[in-house]
């Protein structure tokens, strides 16, 4: 058992509004210098929709992520022994310029200097790659709130399974049904990018399982681009290197929390230590499709048991990891409670970032004015949701909708449960009933409540002191490089815990 520790993350969707403040946030502080305008590593993107960079999911145009060879093993989409090194110089299957957008700004001189006139002068845009004046025709988020549905929502490769009723459940025209899905880098365990780069530039930290890119080691052969089927790893025009989200780890390394997290308005965001199995992730991602969640919970470990903290210490971990993997939200939500999910686990490189799909059952109705709610509502409550549920599917389980079905009655359960302590409009026979159907029980329910609706700081973001990456300088020897001629000379060494 090979025991590695991650910072992993939940992203509640229930609570997301949208307001994009983590995008900017992020924005401000990591991707505000040339050759990074048109990067978010931190974007949001209303579903239906297509998303950023445009239809990032079609994996049989962008060939991201892992696929099962003849035999079950894995090998990249993106290339293979043959066509690697042909696609470092073209690769068909690459996003470019106008998948994402072309960044501008505007002439906001021209606000300024402009003569005195009779009309009301306008600052032009302004391109921030060729300088000269343009057209905005996209955007990050241009498809936010459903804008452009006909170009956009109605895109969504997450549609092509559902029937024109279910589509029909999506867009009527008296309720247009949506959601909204924050998406930064996943951290995977099994990271197509590390995989594909041909220069071994991208790595996964040993001691936190982030992923990053070290910049003096890329070439800008930009596989990672191609290889990520999240399309979270970007290529810098102007030096020529890959950019990726680094977690904001130099302020983990100092018990701090990611910009993206202590700016979210909906308090969404939850961070903490999940403790995995690295022996069997590759045998758990070759699974069929509909066993992909089960297989990862799987190789996620029990931080209590002890045969796993034992083997967790002979392989470095802290204390203060393991600690900080028994008081996880991150734990609680995946493993103990079962209700957050990966973003398509289809793409079988493990991510390390989950979501709790939103609750999205109408659960009341106005009749005549007048608010009509009803335990009994329970148990079609699925039937008459506002997104279907193969929908959610297709997002979060690999499009196994019986997940999906026992994280939304639990939801549920939750939600009937709690208004029947304030309420005496809900049976108390039909909420054992719930209960039952949501396989959860009143204190569990309290307790996902209590980290739904009032957690404190310190209980959403479980930040353990990091072990740095620390550099030293040494005089190599036979030992460290068997077989090398350059002996005696200086070299510089990442070493970790």
């Known amino acids: 058992m090979d025991v590695r520790a991650q910072i992993s993350m939940v992203f509640h969707l229930d609570k997301c509004i949208g307001c994009h403040t983590c995008s900017v946030s992020c924005k401000n502080v990591w991707t505000d210098r040339a050759g990074s305008e048109y990067m978010w590593w931190n974007n949001v993107e209303t579903k239906p929709g297509t998303g950023f960079p445009t239809l ?3 994996q049989e145009h962008y060939k991201g992520g892992w696929t099962r060879n003849g035999g079950g093993d894995l090998k990249l989409k993106s290339q293979n022994k043959l066509d690697a090194f042909i696609k470092l110089f073209y690769n068909p299957n ?4 106008e998948d994402y957008y072309e960044p501008w700004t505007y002439e906001y001189e021209n606000l300024f200097d402009a003569e005195e006139g009779e009309d009301q002068p306008t600052a032009i845009p302004i391109s921030q790659i060729t300088g000269q004046p343009m057209d905005i025709e996209a955007g990050p988020n241009w498809d936010d709130d459903l804008s452009g549905s006909p170009v956009y929502a109605e895109n969504d490769i997450n549609l092509d399974e559902l029937t024109e009723e279910e589509r029909h459940q999506l867009f009527e025209i008296e309720r247009v049904s949506m959601f909204y899905l924050p998406r930064i880098c996943n951290h995977c365990a099994n990271p197509s990018c590390v995989a594909s780069c041909p220069s071994g530039a991208l790595y996964k930290r040993g ?11 890329c070439r800008g052969w930009r596989a990672c681009v191609s290889a990520c089927p999240y399309k979270k790893v970007y290529y810098n025009w102007k030096t020529g290197k890959s950019e990726k989200c680094i977690l904001c780890y130099p302020k983990l390394e100092t018990g701090q929390i990611p910009n993206c997290f202590q700016s979210c308005v909906g308090r969404i965001r939850y961070l903490g230590v999940l403790l995995y199995d690295g022996d069997r992730v590759a045998d758990a991602m070759k699974v069929p499709d509909h066993s992909l969640v089960e297989a990862q919970r799987n190789v996620l470990l029990d ?6 903290i034992e083997a967790a210490r002979k392989n470095g971990i802290s204390e203060e990891f393991l600690e900080a993997a028994r008081n996880s939200p991150v734990y609680d939500y995946v493993m103990r409670w079962k209700l957050a ?13 989950f979501y709790v799909p939103p609750l999205l059952p109408a659960m009341g109705k106005v009749d005549n004015g007048i608010y009509e709610h009803s335990s009994e509502k ?14 959610l599917a297709s997002l979060f389980s690999a499009g196994n909708e019986e997940i999906i079905n026992a994280t939304m009655k639990k939801l549920m359960a939750i939600r009937y449960y709690m208004r029947s ?14 209960l039952r159907e949501g396989n959860t029980n009143p204190e569990e329910a309290e307790a996902i409540y209590r980290m739904t609706a009032l957690p404190t700081v310190d209980e959403r973001y479980v930040i353990p002191p990091l072990q740095r990456e620390e550099v030293i300088s040494t005089t190599c ?21």
């Open 94 to 97: 690459q996003p470019g310029l």
């Open 207 to 217: 001691e936190d399982g982030i992923v990053l890119v070290n910049q003096d080691v």
């Open 421 to 434: 302590l304030d309420l005496d409009d809900v049976d108390v026979v039909e909420i054992s009933k719930a």
């Open 477 to 497: 020897s036979p030992e460290m490089c068997k077989g090398c001629t350059g002996l005696g000379v200086t070299v510089e060494i990442d070493r970790g815990p």
């Open 341 to 353: 999910l990966p973003l398509h686990i289809e793409y079988r490189t493990m991510p390390m970032l």
């Open 303 to 308: 931080p209590e048991d002890e045969s796993v």
């Open 56 to 58: 990032w999911e079609d």
């Open 378 to 391: 329970f148990f079609t409550a699925l039937e008459d949701s506002r997104v279907p549920i193969k929908y």
